[in-house]
């Protein structure tokens, strides 16, 4: 039995029909319901319907602000990074540390290693050897027939770099993996992944009846991992404890900050909203070029927690009076293909970087992870995230309460120097309405 909200066929009735459906079911056919789905649709209808495309089922836009944090001196070159975001603080928080390190040679990126990982999940029923051997003679023959995929990959300075088999039977009885490290080049690499697994598990499929009894092999997955450990990059920023203690006030300052990151090291409660404060910059600059957010979070967590714990994935050396922040983080995004080149604002994005490749874009995303890394940890070891946070939400709150242009400056003023909760800023405005 079905309720009245199931529908079939969803996806094969045009924009105007879904409205309608949608409004009638679950708007009670309420007008504003309609109006405001209606205005977040593009003007223009070129970049509505490829908007449209993106996805199934699109009905409009949900936009989010685009931004930049500019002042970003990285490997010697002053960027302006693009950011999308919801987070009132992000942007002023990156763009403030990019600016306090900007005099001390800013972030020195390094890319250190670009292979992405991708596997053949299988169950094999007969010996591990006899397996082995399957593998090893048809392995070649495999690489041959799978040449006119990665042809043009290997043109772009990428491709299969090897392919092993490997087995996970003391953790699954029977289960094996065909594990492939690959160099995308310049892209994120899903397609070209995932089409190779596909490729040589099929014949993996077509060939094993001429070596052994078929129901011996029964291939289960075919897909990229999002754990690549391997595709990294690592960023730093430098300065003396003594400029430091100059710039800030603070007296101890490398200490309490080497501190701060040193409990997120061992207290897996500290080091996930520590890292939570790393992607805060890393998503927002992923999404501003296009690229796959999830695939980046779900890669940098896996990262966090690969010695058995989850740990901080920026760490502060001290030594000879220096202190170094550092992030080591994988990252496995692309500059070509997809989203990157279909969507005009990544790929204004692109160009607003220099249209760089995917390490250069590694190495300006990691910096912005480490900024944002050290505008928290800065705001937590001496005022607090409160006022900072406060200090920008104070505009949501105030468009929250309708308040005028004018009314908003005197706000502001008033909570220049004070903590503006919402009910503290609503109560001032309210007095000064009842003054008037
Ligand atoms: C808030 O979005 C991020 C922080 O919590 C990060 C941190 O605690 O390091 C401020």
């Known amino acids: 039995m079905h309720d009245q909200n199931f529908v079939e066929g969803f996806s094969k009735l045009n924009k105007k029909k879904k409205i309608d459906w949608l409004v009638k079911r679950y708007f009670a056919g309420r007008s504003d ?70 005099p001390f040679g800013g972030f020195k990126a390094r890319v250190t290693g670009k292979v992405k990982l991708g596997h053949i999940h299988l169950l094999y029923y007969g010996s591990a050897e006899k397996l082995q051997n399957f593998f090893a003679q048809t392995r070649e023959e495999f690489l041959r027939r799978l040449k006119p995929f990665t042809e043009n990959m290997e043109k772009r300075g990428g491709g299969i770099l090897s392919v092993e088999l490997e087995d996970w039977t003391r953790r699954l009885d029977y289960y094996y993996t065909v594990t492939f490290r690959l160099d995308t080049a310049d892209s994120m690499g899903a397609n070209f992944i995932n089409t190779i697994l596909e490729e040589w598990a099929d014949y993996m499929e077509e060939t094993y009846p001429s070596f052994g009894r078929p129901d011996e092999l029964e291939i289960i997955m075919r897909i990229l991992s999002n754990h690549n450990p391997g595709c990294r990059v690592r960023v730093s920023v430098e300065a003396s404890e003594q400029e430091l203690t100059r710039r800030t006030g603070i007296d101890d300052y490398a200490r309490r900050f080497e501190t701060a990151v040193k409990m997120a090291g061992i207290n897996p409660y500290r080091a996930v909203t520590h890292n939570k404060g790393i992607m805060n910059g890393i998503d927002a600059v992923v999404l501003a070029t296009g690229n796959d957010f999830r695939a980046v979070e779900a890669g940098a967590h896996a990262f966090a ?71 928290a940890v800065h705001s937590l070891i001496t005022e607090g995230i409160q006022t900072g946070h406060m200090r920008m939400h104070l505009n949501n709150i105030l468009n929250q309460l309708g308040a005028t242009p004018g009314e908003a400056e005197q706000i502001r003023q008033l909570f220049a120097t004070r903590k503006a909760h919402v009910r503290a800023v609503k109560e001032a405005l309210n007095r000064l309405r009842n003054k008037k």
């Open 305 to 375: 927690a690969s010695e058995g714990e989850y740990r901080s994935l920026s760490s502060v050396e001290r030594s000879d009076g220096m202190f170094r922040f550092i992030l080591d983080i994988p990252l496995a995004v692309g500059t070509v293909g997809g989203m990157t080149r279909l969507h005009p604002l990544a790929r204004l994005s692109m160009e607003l970087l220099g249209n760089p490749g995917a390490g250069e874009l590694m190495q300006i995303i990691a910096s912005v992870g480490l900024a944002q890394n050290f505008s």
């Open 33 to 102: 319901a309609r109006a405001l789905l209606e205005r977040y649709m593009h003007a223009d209808d070129r970049v509505q319907s490829l908007h449209d495309g993106f996805i199934e089922n699109t009905l409009t836009n949900y936009w989010l602000p685009y931004a930049v944090a500019p002042n970003f001196l990285i490997n010697g070159r002053t960027y302006a990074v693009p950011m999308v975001t919801e987070e009132s603080s992000v942007v002023a928080a990156a763009a403030k540390a990019a600016k306090f390190w900007y």
